[in-house]
């Protein structure tokens, strides 16, 4: 029988490879839905800044998928603590003031002030339990959704069987001829190459509204993370300001370093969906852009702007969601 706690860190951690690989197996056989292929079980190494975390990956339906361990009693959150005010590689020496959109504008030339910056745009410390997760290791744009692999040599599909009915009676024998895209009147259909010669992952754009695209990924046993659980895998469980560390960065990196080796983009506006409609996590500077505070912010796993994308003065930013499995235990899915 699978010991949950052997799911968590740092027992987790603790495993041989050969020990990971077994509980991986367990959980792929209970917790993956039987319909969705899945290949290419591996062991995975990642090393960020010295430090290596050990964990297991797994293709499903043409997506990888990384296990990352849960955490109980999770420190979340950002306690500000007078030393980032300090930090010359967020702050500017310039007089420009912060406009914030509902408060009166904001300078940050004291400590004190700065400090009240840093503490109005991260959560709160807290402390929560994180579920083990199997995570995407890509997001996808909000109005895309991965529907399972497709061979057009052999017809066979394997995945979303009710969505893959619907797009071969929209688009017919082109299916079969897998071009790069189909762009219909009613869909739109992606053919994303895998591995495997002459399989693809098929996606298929549309424009669902966040609850009802959670409610379409549940049917095929996947979700979106959690406010919480975002903050854990973006963090990799560190309570440091930022992902690459305590203090800012001259140039930003293009994808934001993970110890769980998840990829979140480093563009600046792009926000990712949770599974409360209105919290959405990372995403834009509310206040101007006039600093370098300002532009790296958003980039911490603790950043909260209040606000919701494309919500009245601000830009809409490229929308993203990370697909999801719990490896719950309970009776609720958490």
């Known amino acids: 029988m699978m010991n949950p706690q052997q799911l968590n860190r740092p027992t987790w951690e603790q495993l041989t490879g050969e020990q990971q690989h077994l509980l991986f197996t367990q959980i792929l056989r209970y917790f993956v839905n039987p319909l969705l292929p899945t290949t290419e079980i591996a062991p995975v190494r990642i090393t960020v800044q010295g430090?290596?975390?050990?964990?297991?990956?797994?293709?499903?339906?043409?997506?990888?998928?990384?296990?990352?361990?849960?955490?109980?009693?999770?420190?979340?959150?950002?306690?500000v603590t007078g030393q980032e005010v300090l930090t010359p590689q967020l702050w500017d020496d310039g007089s420009a003031v912060l406009e914030h959109p509902d408060l009166p504008a904001m300078a940050l030339t004291t400590n004190g002030q700065r400090e009240r910056y840093l503490t109005e745009f991260t959560t709160a410390p807290r402390t929560a339990d994180i579920p083990p997760?199997?995570?995407?290791?890509q997001p996808l744009p909000i109005d895309q959704r991965s529907v399972g692999?497709?061979?057009?040599g052999t017809d066979d599909f394997s995945g979303d069987v009710v969505t893959f009915k619907k797009i071969r009676q929209n688009v017919g024998s082109q299916l079969r001829q897998a071009p790069r895209a189909i762009v219909t009147p009613e869909m739109s259909i992606y053919f994303v190459p895998t591995a495997v010669l002459g399989e693809y992952q098929l996606r298929v754009a549309e424009a669902l509204p966040p609850m009802v695209l959670t409610q379409?990924?549940?049917?095929?046993?996947?979700?979106?993370?959690?406010?919480?659980?975002?903050?854990?895998?973006?963090s990799g469980g560190q309570t440091t300001l930022f992902p690459w560390g305590a203090q800012g960065l001259t140039d930003l990196p293009p994808v934001i370093?993970?110890?769980?080796?998840?990829?979140?983009?480093?563009?600046?506006?792009?926000?990712?969906?949770?599974?409360?409609?209105?919290?959405?996590?990372?995403?834009?500077?509310?206040?101007?852009?006039?600093?370098?505070?300002?532009?790296?912010?958003?980039?911490?796993?603790?950043?909260?702007?209040?606000?919701?994308?494309?919500?009245?003065?601000?830009?809409?930013?490229?929308?993203?969601?990370?697909?999801?499995?719990?490896?719950?235990?309970?009776?609720?899915?958490?």
């Open 257 to 334: 370093p993970n110890r769980f080796g998840i990829r979140f983009s480093a563009r600046q506006y792009t926000a990712e969906m949770t599974t409360d409609p209105l919290t959405w996590r990372g995403g834009w500077p509310v206040s101007g852009g006039q600093k370098k505070v300002e532009a790296q912010l958003p980039f911490s796993a603790f950043y909260d702007s209040g606000r919701l994308p494309g919500f009245g003065d601000l830009p809409l930013p490229q929308q993203v969601y990370h697909q999801v499995i719990r490896v719950s235990f309970d009776d609720d899915d958490r």
């Open 216 to 234: 379409t990924l549940a049917r095929q046993g996947f979700s979106v993370l959690a406010p919480d659980e975002y903050e854990y895998v973006v």
């Open 133 to 137: 997760l199997l995570v995407a290791q």
């Open 51 to 79: 430090k290596n975390f050990a964990s297991q990956t797994v293709m499903i339906a043409g997506q990888r998928y990384i296990f990352v361990p849960g955490q109980l009693q999770a420190q979340l959150g950002y306690q």
């Open 149 to 152: 692999l497709y061979t057009p």
